[in-house]
């Protein structure tokens, strides 16, 4: 084996305390560190994500203003040459021209054009030069440079406006607007007014360029006029390929030259077809961004930094109580006293003082536990009483052991319904509706019109619940048997009502002819008369009337209500 190589067992053994670690409990510092996290992480992803919506729309805005501002220079330049067409069609006026004395037209156009930067050229049909008011009347001249507008506004009878070009006699990069001179009986000439292309830089500088933002004018051959960037760039191609056949329409471009990338908005003179680019580095068009990022994620260490520490003095403060409250826990669950403490933190001291509470609670609760085990004792001997006194009464009056099962099982689930209330209720007792409604349920018709019970809230006692939940019970098996729910049109009445100290409780089933009377005294019988009566002092009355049993019931109220309700009223 390798020096240094990790064994397989090693590498389990790294899984297994990884796996422990990630599955164990963590510290409360470890929590809060996460709640921290929890708080600060999606306030930065809201953040950058804000911040780079906002850098879309401020992008935007600089582009829009971009448009606009290479839309304020094409107009520019469009005046600018729109004037001198203007001039050379108010020097094509003058007298001298028309009678071909060039000398005279030459002084008047070179005093109408001082201090204007613009020159008067005049060419005969040959493209040779006639005058040139850049140099003094008479001296020689060659052709011209561009030869080509030249023809092109003959051809076409119209102004023309050149590219930049290399003048002959200037030396300087140049631009010529042409206009062709018509006269009837003389061959034709071509006024030719000429501009350095510099000039046009003044149409660039009127505009605020700023944050980075360059501006350069270039012909339909995409050679630069004018640049705001460096005027070294003058008549050499521009650096960036915006398309020598774009429309007129303002288009925004995206373009890398020598791995920079550069936004550059593009607009066309419509009077030249030239072009006005607007541009910019994509680096500097997002350095705000940037800027903003960086001030961002400084930001997010410093909070997270402060967070940690703060997560971790935090810790500290609640790890302490904490392990304080644990061996408090532990006092509880051996049964020993509690005292409560206070804390620096609230919550940790209302903890302390309810397992004090709670401490002195489980004393009060084990007493009462051993007197609940005692009553439930008592409570228990008394159900096996009234178990056997049905078992008793159901052997005698049943005929056969599966008529005894039948009968005895029904009463034990009678006694049960009634001990689901006895144990809901507890202390307070039983409502007297929700007794009788469970008792009758298991025989009640599905037409709920056949059914009425009505009477005032009223609670009783456990003992006194029982009971009655028997003899309702042993009402309605009777009832589903020979009474009220034998038939399709039978109809049960339960009501009650409290009269002085009495409670007064009327069964009373409605059919259409009662079907028998009853010859002999069964288990119900024994339970309304004997517990009834016997246990409870009711005062019983039964009457079979023509269309159905009456049954009214005659109870003393001390005998019904539960203790506790008893003992407050004489208070």
Not at 32 to 50: D, K
Not at 491 to 518: I, K, M, Q, Y
């Amino acid at each position: 084996m390798e020096i240094g190589a990790n064994s397989p067992d090693e590498k389990d053994g790294y899984g297994r305390s990884l796996r422990k670690w990630l599955t164990g409990p963590k510290s409360i510092g470890f929590y809060l560190f996460l709640l921290i996290l929890v708080t600060i992480v999606p306030a930065l992803a809201i953040s950058a994500v804000l911040l780079q919506r906002n850098d879309a729309a401020q992008r935007e805005v600089v582009e829009t203003l971009a448009e606009a501002m290479a839309g304020s220079i094409a107009e520019a330049v469009d005046r600018e040459l729109s004037g001198m067409v203007t001039t050379l069609r108010v020097l094509s006026t003058t007298r001298s021209l028309s009678v071909g004395n060039l000398q005279d037209f030459y002084e008047r156009a070179k005093m109408a054009l001082a201090g204007t930067g613009s020159y008067l050229i005049v060419l005969d049909e040959s493209m040779r030069q006639l005058m040139n008011t850049r140099v003094p009347y008479g001296t020689p001249l060659g052709p011209t440079s561009d030869p080509a507008s030249a023809r092109q506004a003959l051809e076409a009878r119209t102004a023309v406006i050149s590219g930049v070009f290399l003048g002959q006699v200037s030396q300087k990069w140049v631009f010529n607007v042409i206009l062709p001179f018509l006269p009837e009986d003389q061959p034709p000439l071509l006024l030719v007014l000429t501009r350095d292309a510099e000039s046009m830089s003044d149409a660039l500088s009127e505009q605020m360029l700023r944050g980075g933002w360059n501006a350069s004018l270039i012909d339909r051959d995409g050679t630069v006029i004018s640049s705001s960037f460096m005027s070294s760039t003058v008549g050499k191609p521009f650096f960036l390929n915006i398309g020598a056949g774009t429309s007129s329409q303002v288009a925004r471009l995206s373009e890398s030259v020598d791995s920079q990338s550069y936004v550059a908005i593009v607009d066309e003179s419509a009077y030249s077809g030239w072009k006005v680019v607007v541009w910019a580095p994509t680096a500097t068009v997002e350095e705000p961004t940037r800027r903003a990022l960086r001030s961002l994620f400084a930001g997010s260490l410093i909070t997270i930094t402060i967070g940690t520490l703060a997560a971790w003095l935090l810790g500290r403060q609640i790890a302490g109580p904490v392990r304080r409250l644990a061996y408090d826990a532990r006092r509880l669950g051996a049964g020993q006293t509690v005292d409560a403490m206070r804390y620096p933190i609230a919550e940790v001291t209302t903890v302390s003082s309810a397992l004090s509470e709670a401490a002195a609670d489980r004393k009060t609760a084990e007493n009462d536990i051993r007197l609940l085990m005692r009553e439930v004792a008592h409570r228990a001997k008394n159900q096996l009483t009234v178990v056997s006194s049905m078992a008793k009464q159901t052997a005698r009056s049943s005929r056969s052991l599966p008529a005894f099962l039948d009968s005895f099982q029904k009463r034990l689930y009678g006694l049960a319904r009634s001990t689901d209330l006895l144990i809901a209720g507890g202390a307070t007792g039983v409502e007297l509706r929700e007794l009788l409604m469970a008792q009758i349920e298991p025989f009640r018709p599905e037409d709920l019109k056949r059914l009425g019970v009505s009477g005032p809230p009223f609670r009783l006692s456990n003992q006194a619940a029982q009971t009655i939940g028997l003899a309702i019970h042993e009402l309605a098996t009777n009832a589903a048997k020979y009474g009220a729910f034998a038939t399709r049109t039978g109809r049960l009445s339960v009501s009650w009502a409290v009269e002085g100290d009495l409670l007064v409780l009327n069964w009373r089933e409605h059919l259409t002819l009662l079907r028998r009377r009853p010859v002999r005294r069964g288990f119900g019988t024994e339970i309304i008369e004997r517990m009834l009566g016997g246990t409870l002092d009711a005062e019983i009355s039964r009457t079979f009337h023509r269309d159905g049993l009456e049954c009214i019931f005659r109870i003393p109220l001390k005998r019904l209500v539960p203790e506790r309700i008893h003992t407050a009223a004489q208070g």
